[in-house]
């Protein structure tokens, strides 16, 4: 493959793994944070990356969630 199409098909996973492991060697650099950090953003990472690229659908209904609750809450029923 070309690094075009690789980046065309993982581009969003390769991101988004990059700035997960950069964060975590940051981290991990300074001294805070213990490997087992490294490892879970650099997934967290990877899984927003994978979810950026199939473009599915987000995680949380923000509108659903805003509608029930304002139907809930109503002030003036």
Same mark, same amino acid.
């Given at each position: 493959?070309?690094?075009?199409?690789?980046?065309?098909?993982?581009?969003? =996973?390769? *991101? &988004?793994? #990059?700035?997960? !492991?950069?964060?975590?060697?940051?981290?991990?650099?300074?001294?805070?944070?213990?490997? %087992?950090?490294? *490892?879970? %953003?650099? !997934?967290?990472?990877? &899984?927003?990356? =994978?979810?950026?690229?199939? =473009?599915? #659908?987000?995680? %949380?209904?923000?509108?659903?969630? &805003? #509608?029930?609750l304002a139907e809930r809450w109503r002030?003036? =029923?």
């Amino acid at each position: 493959m070309k690094w075009n199409e690789i980046w065309t098909v993982y581009g969003g =996973r390769l *991101a &988004w793994t #990059a700035w997960g !492991l950069f964060f975590g060697l940051l981290y991990l650099w300074v001294g805070f944070w213990h490997m %087992l950090v490294v *490892a879970l %953003l650099t !997934l967290l990472g990877y &899984w927003i990356g =994978r979810h950026k690229d199939l =473009r599915s #659908a987000p995680l %949380l209904p923000w509108s659903e969630i &805003w #509608a029930k609750l304002a139907e809930r809450w109503r002030p003036f =029923r």
